[in-house]
C-alpha cells in the first residue's frame, strides 16, 4: 500500500547516461511518494543526457532539473541538490541513483526511522536501507555495526550515498561533500566527518533496496570487488589515498586501506589484460590523492 507524502521530505536523483525505461520507473515511484525530486544532470544535453531523457521531466511540476554545464562528479551535484533543497524550505532529502529500485514505501519507512531515531537522542544524521545485490553476478556493499541498535535500525560507520535519507540540518552543521573526491569515498568521508562532530549513521534493516554496482566481479583468492572501468577504478584508488591525510578518518579503516587498496589494484590489473599500464596509472593516482589529502 502506498503512504501518504512525507511533509517535508524531498527525493534527488543524480543522471548521466541514463537508461531511460529504469529512470522514468524510478521517477514516476518517487513522484508518488514525496513532494519534490531534485534532478542532478552532471553535464550538457547530448553528452550526459539526450532529448529523449529530459522528456521525462518536462510539464511534471514536482520536477526540479539542474544541469551542470560540464561533468563536475556525484559530490558537485549532491550539494547543488541539498543547497536545493533547503533553499526551499525541506528538512529531509533521500538520494538515489539513476537506475535505483525503489519500492514506494521506502521513502516513507527511511524518512519514519530518521525521526523516530532522533526522538531517541541519537542525533541521526542520516539513515539508509538493507543494501543487497541486484544481481547474482554483482555484490552489494556492506556496512560496519558498531553495536548500537534501536529496533530493526542499526548503527553503522558510514552510509553509502544511494538510499541514504539526510537530516538538512545535520548537513549544515556537518559541512557538505567534498568535492574533490568527485565520485568514490564522498559518502564514506562524509560518514566520518559526521560521526567526529557528535552524529549518527543508521541502517534500516526493515527497508531493503538492491544496489547496482559495477559489471560483474573481480576476483583474486580472498579479494572480492566490483568490477569498473579502469577510469573509475583510478578514482577509487585516488579517494582512498586522499583518506589517508584526514584526521577524522578512523585509523581502522585507514591500515585496511594500505592492505586492501594495493591488492585490489593488482587483482584488477591481473584481471584486466585490456588496461596496460595499469599498475603505474594507479600509483600516480595514490600519490596525488595523498598529496590532495594534506592541502587542507
Given at each position: 500500500?502506498?503512504?501518504?507524502?512525507?511533509?517535508?521530505?524531498?527525493?534527488?536523483?543524480?543522471?548521466?547516461?541514463?537508461?531511460?525505461?529504469?529512470?522514468?520507473?524510478?521517477?514516476?515511484?518517487?513522484?508518488?511518494?514525496?513532494?519534490?525530486?531534485?534532478?542532478?544532470?552532471?553535464?550538457?544535453?547530448?553528452?550526459?543526457?539526450?532529448l529523449d531523457g529530459l522528456a521525462i521531466f518536462e510539464?511534471?511540476?514536482?520536477?526540479?532539473?539542474?544541469?551542470?554545464?560540464?561533468?563536475?562528479?556525484?559530490?558537485?551535484?549532491?550539494?547543488?541538490?541539498?543547497?536545493?533543497?533547503?533553499?526551499?524550505?525541506?528538512?529531509?532529502?533521500?538520494?538515489?541513483?539513476?537506475?535505483?529500485?525503489?519500492?514506494?514505501?521506502?521513502?516513507?519507512?527511511?524518512?519514519?526511522?530518521?525521526?523516530?531515531?532522533?526522538?531517541?537522542?541519537?542525533?541521526?544524521?542520516?539513515?539508509?536501507?538493507?543494501?543487497?545485490?541486484?544481481?547474482?553476478?554483482?555484490?552489494?556493499?556492506?556496512?560496519?555495526?558498531?553495536?548500537?541498535?534501536?529496533?530493526?535500525?542499526?548503527?553503522?560507520?558510514?552510509?553509502?550515498?544511494?538510499?541514504?535519507?539526510?537530516d538538512l540540518p545535520a548537513f549544515e552543521a556537518i559541512?557538505?561533500?567534498?568535492?574533490?573526491?568527485?565520485?568514490?569515498?564522498?559518502?564514506?568521508?562524509?560518514?566520518?566527518?559526521?560521526?567526529?562532530?557528535?552524529?549518527?549513521?543508521?541502517?534500516?534493516?526493515?527497508?531493503?533496496?538492491?544496489?547496482?554496482?559495477?559489471?560483474?566481479?573481480?576476483?583474486?583468492?580472498?579479494?572480492?570487488?566490483?568490477?569498473?572501468?579502469?577510469?573509475?577504478?583510478?578514482?577509487?584508488?585516488?579517494?582512498?589515498?586522499?583518506?589517508?591525510?584526514?584526521?577524522?578518518?578512523?585509523?581502522?579503516?585507514?591500515?585496511?586501506?594500505?592492505?586492501?587498496?594495493?591488492l585490489q589494484v593488482l587483482a584488477y590489473a591481473l584481471?584486466?589484460?585490456?588496461?596496460?599500464?595499469?599498475?603505474?596509472?594507479?600509483?600516480?593516482?595514490?600519490?596525488?590523492?595523498?598529496?590532495?589529502?594534506?592541502?587542507?
Amino acid at each position: 500500500m502506498n503512504r501518504p507524502r512525507s511533509s517535508g521530505l524531498a527525493a534527488a536523483i543524480t543522471v548521466y547516461r541514463p537508461d531511460h525505461a529504469a529512470l522514468e520507473r524510478l521517477s514516476g515511484v518517487l513522484a508518488g511518494c514525496t513532494e519534490r525530486i531534485y534532478v542532478y544532470i552532471d553535464g550538457p544535453t547530448g553528452e550526459a543526457i539526450d532529448l529523449d531523457g529530459l522528456a521525462i521531466f518536462e510539464g511534471r511540476d514536482a520536477f526540479r532539473v539542474i544541469q551542470s554545464p560540464h561533468n563536475a562528479g556525484i559530490a558537485t551535484g549532491l550539494n547543488k541538490m541539498v543547497a536545493a533543497a533547503i533553499e526551499d524550505g525541506f528538512k529531509r532529502l533521500i538520494f538515489f541513483d539513476q537506475d535505483s529500485d525503489v519500492e514506494p514505501q521506502l521513502p516513507w519507512a527511511l524518512d519514519a526511522a530518521l525521526g523516530e531515531i532522533g526522538r531517541q537522542g541519537y542525533r541521526p544524521a542520516a539513515v539508509g536501507p538493507m543494501p543487497t545485490a541486484a544481481e547474482p553476478q554483482s555484490k552489494a556493499p556492506s556496512y560496519r555495526p558498531t553495536g548500537r541498535r534501536s529496533d530493526a535500525r542499526e548503527e553503522v560507520a558510514y552510509l553509502i550515498v544511494s538510499g541514504c535519507c539526510l537530516d538538512l540540518p545535520a548537513f549544515e552543521a556537518i559541512g557538505p561533500f567534498r568535492e574533490d573526491l568527485r565520485m568514490d569515498g564522498v559518502d564514506v568521508e562524509w560518514s566520518f566527518r559526521a560521526r567526529s562532530r557528535g552524529y549518527s549513521l543508521w541502517c534500516d534493516t526493515a527497508s531493503i533496496m538492491p544496489h547496482r554496482v559495477g559489471n560483474g566481479i573481480v576476483r583474486l583468492g580472498p579479494v572480492a570487488f566490483p568490477r569498473q572501468k579502469a577510469a573509475r577504478m583510478l578514482n577509487y584508488v585516488y579517494s582512498q589515498a586522499l583518506l589517508l591525510r584526514l584526521a577524522h578518518v578512523p585509523t581502522s579503516w585507514k591500515l585496511r586501506s594500505m592492505i586492501y587498496v594495493p591488492l585490489q589494484v593488482l587483482a584488477y590489473a591481473l584481471k584486466s589484460p585490456s588496461s596496460p599500464g595499469f599498475v603505474g596509472r594507479a600509483i600516480d593516482a595514490a600519490r596525488s590523492g595523498f598529496a590532495a589529502g594534506g592541502k587542507r
